[in-house]
T-cell receptor, first 116, second 114 residues
Framework: AQTVTQSQPEMSVQEAETVTLSCTYDTSESDYYLFWYKQPPSRQMILVIRQEAYKQQNATENRFSVNFQKAAKSFSLKISDSQLGDAAMYFCAYRSRNTNAGKSTFGDGTTLTVKP | EPEVTQTPSHQVTQMGQEVILRCVPISNHLYFYWYRQILGQKVEFLVSFYNNEISEKSEIFDDQFSVERPDGSNFTLKIRSTKLEDSAMYFC????????????FGPGTRLTVT
């Protein structure tokens, strides 16, 4: 079974600065997807960014980018020019391509605080 | 932009009562999911549903849980006899296809069992 580990329960960053959230995962599969979700206090789950394992190029979405290290099974999220609205819980998630169900496996989450 | 909707947003029920949580997935999506998040904890997979059948379920999804797609639009999660430990946020999600496509999450239903 796949597992996802987020080793940082809490992180804080000064507004306009850069922060990196860590995520590692364990799998025996070679073909999968990785995601970062943002969960603000409203508890809505919002997709931030996704990475296909077969792509070597790291995904980017505006101020959000990932550092995907497949061999190390590491998938970190970098938030540049942090904004107050980035404050939320962030979840890393894994999703296999070799499945007939398509479920996602989530990490424990990292609470990000943005200081003005 | 199409979105997954869930009702109610907050449900309070007494222990032992039955509850039905409702979801309307995005209209052209074929795969439906329920996840649970106990306050302060990770999001956990409960069940996936495709072609009117359960595709996969977790160990959490025991006999007190059931899912149904009663018509062409709704997808429901029923908890037959609620327990205190069922108190959580329940998220519905849907996707067009399987792992290669994005899962869209609904806003969640907060279930409080007293």
């Amino acid at each position: 079974a796949q597992t996802v580990t987020q080793s940082q329960p809490e992180m804080s960053v000064q507004e306009a600065e850069t922060v990196t959230l860590s995520c590692t995962y364990d799998t025996s599969e070679s073909d999968y997807y990785l995601f970062w979700y943002k969960q603000p206090p409203s508890r809505q789950m919002i997709l931030v960014i996704r990475q296909e394992a077969y792509k070597q190029q790291n995904a980017t979405e505006n101020r959000f980018s990932v550092n995907f290290q497949k061999a190390a099974k590491s998938f970190s999220l970098k938030i540049s020019d942090s904004q107050l609205g980035d404050a939320a819980m962030y979840f890393c998630a894994y999703r296999s391509r070799n499945t007939n169900a398509g479920k996602s496996t989530f990490g424990d989450g990292t609470t990000l605080t943005v200081k003005p | 932009e199409p979105e997954v909707t869930q009702t109610p947003s907050h449900q309070v029920t007494q222990m032992g009562q039955e509850v039905i949580l409702r979801c309307v997935p995005i209209s052209n999506h074929l795969y439906f999911y329920w996840y649970r998040q106990i306050l302060g904890q990770k999001v956990e997979f409960l069940v996936s549903f495709y072609n009117n059948e359960i595709s996969e379920k977790s160990e959490i999804f025991d006999d007190q849980f059931s899912v149904e797609r009663p018509d062409g639009s709704n997808f429901t999660l029923k908890i037959r006899s609620t327990k205190l430990e069922d108190s959580a946020m329940y998220f519905c999600a849907s996707s067009v296809g399987l792992a290669g496509t994005e899962q869209y999450f609904g806003p969640g239903t907060r279930l409080t069992v007293t």
